[in-house]
């Protein structure tokens, strides 16, 4: 009888894990917490990768979902009511036993439970919130948790297990509200953000209640993060960034996720998936697996929304709608703003050399640090982090440039194109990007003609 | 021209640090003074050696030093670069401090200085294996209920992990093993850890797992295949995250 149970649970995880993995959130960072000698687990405020599946995706947290038997339709989901799939539901008791199985043998952080919606969103919500229970009254567990919020769930119990976890999460599904509507015919734009609002407006209460009360509860500490699918529904990347940035400044999230899409359902809704072409010169992308560059690029924008000062709108515009595909949105940003170049580093601000590309928060704090004692040069930044190869374009050591170049668009975007970096097939990367070189333009021409005055002189 | 004097310090934290001591009581101008690992100088023609052992005392007083002329950060710092697989590290510490007391706690942001940069990169990379080996460390439940770990680190981490894992597993019966400098770090449940050198551990004593062991492996093992997205799959990035130096003690990607 003992080892038939087993088996189940083997074959739960198995179905409940593949149905959870197109989550992308991993993260474990966020909040510090010690054991107190008690217990079990603790939180470190960077997170902890404990290992990094076949596709290079980190597993931090033990990626579940309560259950897969979900009455909703969503078009883009392998577990919509009208696939036929197999179903399994785990006990609160089964979770927890395989948490803590797994925590003691330092195989995870903690536990990452989603759900597909059970009879209804309130009713899997209380699911969770007793599998949660469970978890850090009975046995004590300390280590990280990150629950989904379920959309349309009751308040109270949103409420009461954000007290218990450590980060919350709602998922956007779709950039807009049209693409929602059309794919996830169950959800609706309001009922997502609702419960986004209700959290972030508990913790900024528990926040304050800190402040004369040392140990108030603490809500969500980790706080909440969300996730949009790219590639299913034909928003421009301008469209997408401009969502997230807004994400973060009104609703305060931690983290935007972003996933490409891989088609998991043939629908003729999901028929219409875009191509991308981020420059008119090239040819529309055959489309090969899911748009990964696409999800690398919105990423690389996203740490420039976070970390570096940016705003949406410095990096794409209405006129131009898409990243290039070959530059990151940081080069793509500074050829378009060449006037802002080059930039002395013995000078710039913090602010200023955090928009160099081939410069880091990393290195551009140490330039700030190690520039208070003596001049620096080419070498000592090379030393302290900056690449060069691409900063050099654009960078000034004590007034002079690395070497004697051009400050043009064109000649710089010939030597940033890193013919190592993955892009798509079909593309080849041989230089001519932005124009196409030929014989009677560029300054070979007006040198020769010079050449000629000199010698009819 | 003076002699140069090379004193050739134990490799760890208590050893340099004595031998910083010695270079500075000897007070024969920095200069002329180099401090080398044992059993890592080649013998050079010019120079005379002097051996220094160990001193707990004279480290202490380094030690209290550092912390009260520099600052606790640059303490710490040196003590990670002091576990650094580098041979270097002895010199790069004493020119450091050399520095540090003569200006004081600004010295940490000295990054164009040769000795402090290569302190700073040695601490950095000694931490970032910590970081890692947080992760990546892997327990067996034994069936005396122990729950045991093997390792093989690239720089000397026991000291670093073991406050980690105290924390995080304080009712627990633990212990790390590090099979290249045969040396572990044991906990006892509610008692605190501690370091033990010098050990052999028998492979069948390890092997002996508990009944449970093997099925939350399976468990393990099928949960890792199936969270993978076949259609991203990126061996390279997979390899870039966790390189395999530290596959073999890891089960789920043996």
New interface residues.
Partial sequence: MDSLL?MN??EK??VL??A???DVSCSSSGVKR??A??????A?A?G?????????????L??ILMSNDCVYDCKYCANRVSNDVPRATFSPQEICD?TI??Y????I?GLFLSSGVVNNASYTMELIYMTVRLLRDVHRFKGYIHVKAIPGADPLIIEKTGFLVDRMSCNLELPTADSLKLLAPNKTRQTILKPMRQIQNRITQSKNELIPFKHAPDFVPAGQSTQMIIGATPETDYQIISVAESLYNKFSLKRVYYS?Y?PVNQDNTLSALPTVSALPTVPALPQT??P?LREHRLYQADWLLRFYGFKADELLSEKQQNFNIFLDPKCNWALQHLEQFPIEINKADYYTLLRIPGVGVTSAK?IC??R???L?DFD?IK??GVVLKRALYFITCKGKLMYPIKIDENYITRNLVDPKESLPKGISSDGNIYKQLSLFDDYHFTHDNHLENQVVI | MKTRKIFICEDSFEGILTGVFEAYICRYGHDFISLELNGESQPQFFCEYYPVAADIEKATKVGQAIRNKISFDAYEMLHEASLANQTEKAEAIYRFLVLGFKIGPQVISHLSDPYILSVMKLSKAVTRELQRLEGFVRFRELDNGIMFSKLAPKHNQLVLLAPHFADRFPEENWMIYDEHRKIACIHKAGRGWGMVSNIEIEKELANQVSEEEELYLKLWKSFTKTITIEERRNARLQMNMMPKMYWKNMPEVE
């Avoid at chain 1, 990094?52 to 597993?59: E, V």
């Avoid at chain 1, 003691?104 to 195989?107: A, I």
């Fill in positions: 087993e649970v083997g995880l198995q894990a593949d959870a993995k197109y010690s054991s000698g008690s217990g079990i687990g603790n470190t960077s902890i990768c404990h290992s990094f599946a076949g596709d290079g995706r980190c597993i931090s033990l990626k395989l199985g797994f003691r043998r330092n195989y952080e490409a891989i697996g899911p990964l140490r640090q190690a208070k004692f003596n620096l000592d030393k302290m």
